[in-house]
């Protein structure tokens, strides 16, 4: 039988109720709240034909043994930033619980290939700023010597606040046991962005994650007197930040799908009487094509030392992060444009802005593709966050067709060896 | 006999060696290395034919009683901001000490008007926030009202630092009596600024000082997620705000002494992954006359609205302080022009962008002109300020010139009544 979508939505917000206070969802990775909220989901599994088990990074994995040890995974992440909202990685989980258990029924407790189902620990990196930890450490990219000594706010290590989660730091790298035999990924997230509400389609179809180059850029000038300094002395580095802050804007737009953002300026000593001697701004420009990202990032550069240059300033550049597009699979990206196609009428292929436990997964080489469902406003990373109910159970339903297109992709005999 | 400029500048010296660390000048008013350098100055008026007394917002007087009760004053101030200079203030102050030794000396401790000598207590500010402390309170432009729970970064009051150092908060308006028979006033001081280094002249005439419109503007945009926002539906607070920080510069150069400065910009979340949802922003915009600094201010406002209006932004103005232009006395401002002269062979006129205590004199109506020493690289509220020894000696041989042509002009007939 179909997934059940009624049964998705008000398992949502029996979620909502049991881990969110009037700010937002709490479900805080290694916190308390979701540790909770696993619990709540694994007394979800009771009576389904499935074995359970934490990895060694803490994902959470749900497998109904099929015919073939071929697995189809379907993943997301019950974990929340503070405040957070109520669709943001639930969804994932709980449409992918409702099409694991659909698949059951239909194949009485043995489809023809396993099914799998992951909640990713600490998607969201929010209190210890390592996102991905869970697929990360599944797909082998993780670096356990620089992370375990970061800290939360309170001044708790990562590596103990895993410990008090049964987690060792040291053992993360088993997560990677669990690849043997994947053979395709899909996951269904909100869009967490403008661009489907815009067109007022409720579903999308994602061709992958973008490339992002994330670095600190900083200005050096001079700090003068805002009263006894001419105008035509000054070496003011805000005024050097403020061009670049302007110039990455027509340097994103000649690409369709290219952003770039300035998220942070900081004037030193930034004193209403002095002339700003040192500007420290940050820069995240996106997209999916690495050469276009790569030429958006050589323009910023050329253009912040011009600026510099033109302000009698010094430029100096940081990286603070980055990651090269990545591109999910051409044949389930053809499913999942049927499947929307089949119940929404019209889909639409996006890049995702955002990163996802998916491009983990697709790093390594395994077939993947996600599902976008519309976001009212754009809004994620907040109680305001929504998607309209009739939007939630098309994706319930869609997300559930193209599971099925894909058992059936992995079960046909010309997909096997 | 003429001023000895060689003991003015051994006496900065010595100031210097008592009160200064590592770091700077450590004159901070109000507190300790303040009183002391204070006690080192009544020490300097031994065998001079003078009296001295603090009046009751702790300025501190030393008169040379004349023939006429008519006075010259001279002043400056002994406090420094924490890590300050060695002639920001002292220079006036000293050099109004050797100033009224000569005049005695010539005079035989009986000038025709009455000569005094001030220094201000609590010019910088640096504590407690308000600067001109007690030139205001001698002017009757301070508001008590206002300043007295003021707090420094310990905690500490204004009203309990100031009894501290025998000053009743609630007394300061009798420094007012000090006004009586006040007929003219002059202040050395250095320039603190490049304008006159960059013209290769030592000293300058000071018409006036410049009026001040400063304000907090804030922007507020739309904050939204750099990865899943396309460049075409965002509202950049921080885009309008650097808009802005760009804009000033034109509008302050239509006129060729006027400054606009953005000192300080925060962004909120201002964070590496998120658009500007907030940007706060100051502004400090200074010129001699009152009509240009209106209509750059005006043309500020205006843009500001401009370009929250592009970004999709609104714009919140907050005026933090504003004083007028003060412009000093005509004949005053001959008298130093020909004293530099005399002395250098060739004068400059500008405004002063910072404030000092000569304005709060000049706005009750005394006459009143300043003299400007050049500073090497425009450095102030530094360790690092400094001017050529021979610049010093020739600012004390001009203001020492530009005093007796005061005196001169005060006791002639036709300037009595």
Known sequence: MPADSFRVISNLQELRNLTADDLGAQRLAWSPMWLKAREWFQSKLDGLPIEHHYDAAGNSWTTLRGESDRALVLGSHLDSVPNGGWLDGSLGVLAGLEVLRGLSEDFQGKPPVTIRLVDWADEEGARFGRSLFGSSAFAGTHTVAVDRVRTDRDGVRLEDALRNCGVDVDRIGDASLERSHTAAYLELHIEQGPVLENMRLPLGV???????????????????????????????????????????????????????????????????????????????????????????????????????????????????????????????????????????????????????????????????????????????????????????????EAFDRLARKTVNWLSAPKTEG
Chains 1, 2 share one sequence.
């Open 206 to 396: 994602v061709l992958g994650t973008k490339g992002v180059e994330r670095h600190a850029i900083t200005f050096h000038g001079q700090e003068a007197h805002s009263g006894s300094t001419p105008m035509g002395v000054r070496r003011d580095a805000l005024a050097a930040a403020a061009k670049l802050a302007l110039e990455i804007r027509p340097i994103a737009r000649k690409h369709p799908d290219a952003v770039a953002t300035m998220g942070s300026v900081k004037t030193f000593p930034g004193i209403v009487t002095a002339v700003v001697g040192r500007c420290e701004t940050t820069l995240d420009m996106r997209d999916l094509d690495a050469k276009v990202l790569a030429s958006m990032l050589a323009e910023a550069r050329a253009a912040s030392e011009r600026f510099a240059s033109e302000e009698g300033c010094k430029v100096e550049w940081s990286k603070i992060w980055s990651i090269e597009p990545i591109s999910f699979d051409s044949r389930l990206i053809e499913f999942c444009d049927e499947a929307i196609r089949e119940v929404a009428g019209v889909s639409h292929r996006l890049p995702s802005g955002p990163l996802h436990d998916a491009a983990e997964v697709a790093r390594m080489g395994v077939p993947t593709v996600m599902m976008f469902a519309q976001s009212l406003a754009g809004l994620s990373h907040n109680k305001a966050e929504d998607t309209k109910i009739d939007d939630l159970k098309m994706a319930v």
